[in-house]
């Protein structure tokens, strides 16, 4: 598969990136990107939901009636989950949903997407740019150029490049990634990918079997 290579201000230049098969054009996996996509997600909670519980809550331990004889049912203190301002009966807790992946399992799954991304033409390829001041005004003229304006955008660069980041940090649906960092989610997540040109290579490279 080949892709037209594009400038900033959204007009074609006269080069083509052919893209490699094994990693743009492979028949998807859908559950691969499923339990990837599904530990993506899970590494993002934080895990500190907490209630009290019986021993928890502030109250008296004393018994608030008779065992028996009363004509209702038995009750011991206070704190009793039934009563309101008791203790809640199997509270979620501090926990960590972290759960692992092995690595081949991973790059199926980013290399299914990026066969999505590429089947549906959602990824545009461009010359090699960068700002000289990291000034918002920019990124968004390149947003416009090729009217992906309040879209969900994927910017992948071929490595970290801090005025592009500063530029681009108050756009809202917009992430900036270097190559060798992308993940499954963020492919999928957005409307189209802005890959710079040199950065083909390092998305292969990393993705590869090899």
Do not use: C, W
Request: charged residues 30%; without cysteine.
């Amino acid at each position: 598969m080949e892709l037209e290579v594009y400038n900033i201000s959204g007009q074609k230049t006269s080069k083509k990136v052919k893209l490699d098969k094994e990693v743009f054009g492979i028949e998807p996996n859908d559950h691969a990107i499923y339990l990837d996509v599904k530990q993506y997600m899970a590494n993002q909670r934080q895990g500190t939901h907490k209630s009290k519980e019986r021993n928890e809550v502030a109250g008296s331990r004393r018994k608030i009636k008779r065992q028996k004889g009363t004509g209702t049912a038995r009750f011991g203190d206070i704190k009793n989950p039934i009563f309101r301002g008791g203790g809640r009966i199997f509270g979620p807790k501090p926990r960590d949903y972290y759960f692992k992946l092995n690595k081949k399992l991973k790059r199926l799954a980013r290399v299914s997407a990026l066969s999505y991304k590429a089947k549906e033409n959602g990824i545009t390829v461009l010359e090699d740019f960068t700002f000289e001041s990291p000034k918002t005004k920019s990124f968004v003229e390149l947003l416009k150029s090729f009217e992906l304006e309040g879209k969900r955008v994927l910017v992948v660069l071929d490595k970290h490049d801090s005025n592009m980041f500063l530029a681009s940090r108050n756009i809202q649906k917009t992430k900036i990634v270097s190559a060798d960092s992308i993940n499954t989610y963020d492919i999928l997540n957005a409307s189209r990918m802005l890959v710079v040109e040199s950065s083909i290579k390092e998305i292969e490279k990393t993705n590869s079997d090899n």
